[in-house]
T-cell receptor, first 111, second 114 residues
Framework: GAGVSQSPSNKVTEKGKDVELRCDPI?????LYWYRQSLGQGLEFLIY????????KSGLPSDRFSAERTGGSVSTLTIQRTQQEDSAVYLC?????????FGSGTRLTVV | AQSVTQPDIHITVSEGASLELRCNYS??????LFWYVQSPGQGLQLLLK??????LVQGIKGFEAEFKRSQSSFNLRKPSVHWSDAAEYFC????????????FGAGTQVVVTP
């Protein structure tokens, strides 16, 4: 596609439920990144994919968080047993050469 | 590991006045440097980037940034601010030896007054 597409744009979930966030990168971009932006905070790195493999998972906050990427394209970030502190905007970016292109993000609210 | 500092959390500027946003980085070699802008409720948009070469980089929306190795800085400037420039601005640094994660600064919120 023309840009990085994220869905849903907004998600409200109850504490303890699982959620899946989707990122559809720009076609042909080999690198894909997930970041989290909490209210009043900067961008927190979560995970990075090169192709389908994740060389750097160092930013995942806990084992409740996982991500996968299939076909070198779409990526899914899964949060299990959501907690209120998971409320944030989750941003996906893709890159072919240096310089990310970001999606508009998924705003997750855990109530 | 690389790091980025944006010393100013919040800046207020009058429409038509000049704007300069500060960014200092820490990295062992020449880094890749970026400025992004985020308008309310929007994703991040790349304003400009520096990889090598001319240290004065021109970007979109009339912005420019200057890489100063001696000061480990990459400050963003605009000669005359428009009301639509009100947004949050993020400086980012990427390592030149890997594809890995970028490090973002905490952001500077710019308010434009009439």
């Amino acid at each position: 596609g023309a840009g990085v597409s994220q869905s849903p744009s907004n998600k409200v979930t109850e504490k303890g439920k699982d959620v899946e966030l989707r990122c559809d990168p720009i076609s042909g971009h080999t690198a894909l990144y997930w970041y989290r932006q909490s209210l009043g905070q900067g961008l927190e790195f979560l995970i990075y994919f090169q192709g389908n493999s994740a060389p750097d998972k160092s930013g995942l906050p806990s084992d409740r968080f996982s991500a996968e990427r299939t076909g070198g394209s779409v990526s899914t970030l899964t949060i299990q047993r959501t907690q209120q502190e998971d409320s944030a905007v989750y941003l996906c970016a893709s890159s072919e050469v240096y310089g990310y292109t970001f999606g508009s993000g998924t705003r997750l609210t855990v109530v | 590991a690389q790091s980025v500092t944006q010393p100013d959390i919040h800046i207020t500027v009058s429409e038509g006045a000049s704007l300069e946003l500060r960014c200092n980085y820490s990295y062992g070699a020449t880094p890749y440097l970026f400025w992004y802008v985020q308008s309310p409720g929007q994703g991040l948009q790349l304003l400009l980037k520096y990889f090598s070469g001319d240290t004065l980089v021109q970007g979109i929306k009339g912005f420019e940034a200057e890489f100063k190795r001696s000061q480990s800085s990459f400050n963003l400037r605009k000669p005359s601010v428009h009301w639509s420039d009100a947004a949050e601005y993020f400086c980012a640094v990427g390592a030149t030896d890997s594809w890995g994660k970028f490090q973002f600064g905490a952001g500077t919120q710019v308010v434009v007054t009439p």
